[in-house]
């Protein structure tokens, strides 16, 4: 059995930056939206998922936590719907978040109560009285299973222990509200982050809880702050600017200035490579981690309270891009997999031919399609039984998916029959299929095959003039100066003794000798500007 023929690869020259980058079209591919409006229209203040140690990924939970006026809504990520609701608040509740064994969850609210709740049975297992202001925050401890945070408008930060009734420690030193907090990850010490509306972020130590181990100061005060998974970098969101603070330098590394309004809410993604940005604006911004710029971005039609990337069940890869918002809708994106996303452009397939009226026709090619399918199936060519095999996963590995031929250009079947100034002829003659790249790509492979020689020889001044007008109009390129070259020359050697017998031919070997020296001297008034830029920078170092 023969082998089957692949088609000749055609590079495309780069012309420029891409129009969409990869994380844009990775953040595009969040689509699906469902917009789910919460109960009387409240603004959606807060979403959150477990907090799971990284370096210790004990457990896993598929729940996520929205919190809305006085109601905290347990939603799956499977499916994307609330399968709890717990409303046993006496006022707006705030920050509820759930452990990360997905068990047991905690809340405060504008009364000042915190209580713990089992998800299970919506039972109220603590309940924490000691603050008489509102509790903005409450956090549990990725890497203690008791230990609960919380910050308030008492300027406190407290630290709580499931068994006990009373906080464990609690950190004074805050002039203002406390509206934001959180465990710094990777820290044998167990430090704890605050934002304050007295336009500072502290850093505190349990063992010295007088006094602030670090503070970063701020010009407006500070909405959100979020630690990376590193321990030694904090993100904080002032006003519209968000700040990039660096613990071991205590000082901060850079500040984005992104946003048009205030920044409200911060969330890591794609396993802490990129930090996710939501505002009043309506914007949601991607960062980039290394470099700190925005790669990707989404626009909302209501100011923004709040965003939580969740991860699918069992695995940290993002599934969920949820958005909550000052209107009371609470938006969820979520990125198909490639089977959904197949799926998904059938089903869209099958809509259109049934809007069109094409119904018939489009069950004709399926079935078509489906008969040829069970044809190769017993042929072997496309016969897997890893996925065949009902009730069996898929495995997929690159390079063995089979795939169907290609039908190859008129050129690309000369060129496999060995008939080398034939597929040069084809390729470049006027045709719908012609472009500067297949015939570099066809060149290219020629010269690849040692028969670059073999395709040009043995031609009159009419089949001559084409390659003679490609070569003019493309050594002015630099991507194609070799291959023009030494298609130049070949052509050259091969007929040297003929010039002066065509007038055509002459005019084109006249057109190519001026082009190349206008290239020529271009290029060295290249070189001499450089040499003067580089001169006067040389001279200004030295001033």
């Avoid at 080398?420 to 290219?444: F, I, N």
């Amino acid at each position: 059995m023969a082998a089957v023929t692949e088609k000749l690869l055609i590079e495309q020259p780069a012309d420029g930056p891409e129009p969409i980058s990869l994380d844009q079209q990775y953040w595009n591919e969040f689509r699906s939206p469902l917009n789910i409006p919460s109960a009387a229209s409240y603004p959606i203040t807060h979403i959150s998922c477990p907090s799971v140690n990284p370096k210790r990924p004990t457990f896993s939970t598929d729940s996520f936590i929205v919190t809305s006026g006085a109601r905290v809504d347990i939603f799956s990520s499977r499916t994307r719907k609330s399968v709890r609701q717990i409303s046993r608040f006496k006022d707006d509740a705030h920050s509820a978040e759930i452990r990360q064994d997905g068990r047991v969850l905690v809340a405060g609210d504008d009364t000042g109560v915190i209580q713990v709740f089992d998800v299970n049975s919506r039972a109220i297992l603590k309940t924490w009285d000691q603050q008489k202001q509102p509790v903005w925050t409450t956090k549990f401890s990725p890497t203690n299973l008791t230990a609960v945070l919380s910050t308030g408008d008492d300027r406190t930060v407290r630290l709580w222990d499931l068994p006990s009734q009373d906080p464990i420690t609690t950190f004074t030193g805050h002039e203002d509200y406390v509206r934001s907090g959180a465990f710094i990850p990777d820290n044998v010490s167990g430090l704890l982050l605050s934002g304050s509306y007295d336009e500072t972020v502290r850093i505190w130590d349990p063992r010295s809880p007088s006094r602030a181990a670090m503070t970063f100061k701020h010009a407006a005060p500070v909405e959100a702050v979020l630690p990376m998974p590193s321990g030694t970098t904090i993100i904080a969101a002032a006003d519209n600017r968000v700040s990039i603070l660096d613990i071991v330098a205590g000082k901060p590394l850079t500040v984005l200035k992104n946003h048009q309004k205030t920044v409200t809410s911060l969330c890591l993604a794609s396993k802490g490579t990129r930090v996710v940005c939501g505002g009043l604006d309506g914007h949601v911004k991607i960062f980039d981690t290394s470099s700190w710029n925005v790669v990707a971005g989404l626009k909302y039609p209501s100011p923004i309270l709040s965003l939580s990337v969740i991860p699918g069940s069992g695995s940290s890869t993002d599934k969920h891009l949820a958005v909550g918002m000052q209107s009371g809708v609470l938006s969820i994106r979520t990125k198909l997999s490639v089977q959904q996303q197949d799926k998904a452009k059938e089903r869209e397939k099958e809509m259109q031919a049934l809007v069109s009226g094409d119904i018939a026709e489009h069950d004709r090619k399926e079935a078509k399609k489906r008969k040829r399918s069970e044809q190769m199936k017993l042929s072997g060519r496309k016969f897997r039984p890893e996925i065949e095999a009902e009730g069996a996963v898929g495995v997929s590995i690159d390079g063995n998916a089979y795939t169907k031929p290609k039908k190859l250009a008129h050129w690309e079947q000369s060129l496999r029959k060995g008939r080398w100034a034939e597929a040069l002829d084809k390729v470049l003659a006027p045709q719908p299929g012609y472009s500067v790249p297949t015939v570099h790509a066809l060149l290219t492979a020629l010269r690849h095959r040692t028969a670059l020689m073999a395709a040009l020889r043995g031609r009159d001044s009419v089949t001559l003039q084409p390659i003679l007008k490609w070569v003019t109009k493309c050594i002015k390129d630099p991507k194609l100066v070799e291959i023009c070259v030494e298609v130049a020359l070949d052509i050259f050697y091969l007929y040297s003794d003929r010039m002066g017998m065509s007038t055509e031919i002459d005019e084109l070997v006249r057109n190519l000798h001026q082009r190349v020296r206008r290239e020529v001297s271009q290029s060295l008034q290249a070189c001499q500007t450089e040499g003067m830029v580089e001169m006067l920078m040389a001279s200004s170092v030295r001033s």
